[in-house]
């Protein structure tokens, strides 16, 4: 996970490689492509900044680094350094609204210990989900909770009420095996 601040910790030199800039110590000819013989591009490590000193006079941190050399918007350049640094970026700095997780119905990790066994089929999971439809009710928590389906699941797809849970649980069963379930 990253959030803006870990983003500005990752050293500026490691940046610059993996950005393709032909780092020499704390210098590199400058991305803009202005340098003919001497590199104008500093590094400085200190204060995990880099400056030209030749005739584009750019300067910034890491993320002002991948904007220009990449010519990203700075949305991009975190997803940037997410692709090429790992994890998820957090826009949380930004204005950017906080709770949207990517997730698509495969991905589940949410679940307490004892459902593991069932959060780790997102097939079953996604089959399970067809057979219901949106709507909700007491019963059909109920029905989750007594059967060890977690409610998160049901709440992380915005509840989902099962029509005749008997036949569903025989369904299920027929389906995906009594162990699966
Ligand atoms: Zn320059």
Known sequence: MHDLSSIKRIPIIDVAKQLGIPVRGTKAMCFMGHDKASPSLSFLKSRNTWRCFGACGKHGDNIALVMEKENLDFKSALAWFAQ?????????????????????????????????????????????????????????????????????FANH????????????RLQLLEQWGAQHV
């Open 157 to 168: 797809f915005g509840l989902r009420e099962l029509p005749e849970p008997k036949s569903l």
């Open 84 to 152: 090429h640094f790992g994890g998820d970026v957090r826009l949380s700095d930004s204005n950017q609204p906080t709770s949207q997780p990517v997730t698509s119905k495969a991905i589940v990790p949410l679940w307490p210990q004892r459902d593991a066994e069932f959060a780790t089929d997102p097939e079953l999971y996604g089959w399970l989900l067809e057979q219901c439809p949106m709507i909700s009710s007491a019963k059909a928590i109920q029905y989750l909770v007594e059967h060890g389906i977690a409610l998160e």
